[in-house]
């Protein structure tokens, strides 16, 4: 695991707030290919972020992935309509995780309240017309993160603390 800062910081009781990473989707043969070699070669511009939330209540054993993608991320029409600069239908995902990724997670810190029911809240507002370089899942990803910690830009500053 790496961390955005030298010593995040936790507070008991207080919902652990992470970014990770995962390659682009796309359809089966050589676009996935090209996609999983950009992702092994940390093209940051090819990848696809995400928030996890591991809730700091005893009862719960997993954690909670969120992040906001295309309807059908592996349907060619809608990638190339995303990457001509067209928005298209997106959607927010939520899913649960009994553990945490192997690689290319960050701690980023504690979230002020409840993580879950706070990622509740900011889902239900965000709107899931997507347009890459303008409302993606960066944008998602910085906005979470922003919500439930008061880190701005926090994909801007994992970036530059990872090309060092």
């Not at 009781?13 to 996609?35: C, I, N, S, W």
């Not at 999983?36 to 940051?44: G, H, Q």
């Not at 960066?138 to 603390?161: A, F, H, I, M, P």
Request: hydrophobic share 40%.
């Amino acid at each position: 695991m790496a961390s955005l800062f030298s010593k995040p910081t936790l507070q008991a009781g207080r919902d652990e707030v992470y970014v990770a990473t995962m390659p682009l989707r796309a359809t089966k043969g050589p676009p996935q290919l090209l996609m999983s070699a950009a992702y092994s070669l940390n093209l940051w511009d090819l990848q696809h972020f995400m928030v996890i939330i591991k809730p700091s209540s005893p009862t719960l054993s997993q954690a909670f992935v969120y992040d906001f993608q295309p309807k059908d991320p592996e349907n060619v029409y809608v990638a190339l309509a995303a990457l001509s600069g067209r928005a298209v239908q997106g959607a927010v995902l939520e899913r649960k995780l009994t553990k945490l990724p192997r690689s290319k997670w960050w701690l980023i810190g504690c979230s002020r309240e409840d993580g879950v029911e706070a990622a509740h809240r900011f889902n239900k507002a965000w709107h899931t017309d997507l347009k890459i370089g303008y409302h993606d899942c960066r944008d998602y990803t910085n906005g979470l993160v922003e919500y439930l910690t008061g880190e701005k830009q926090v994909l801007k500053r994992l970036r530059s603390s990872i090309s060092r």
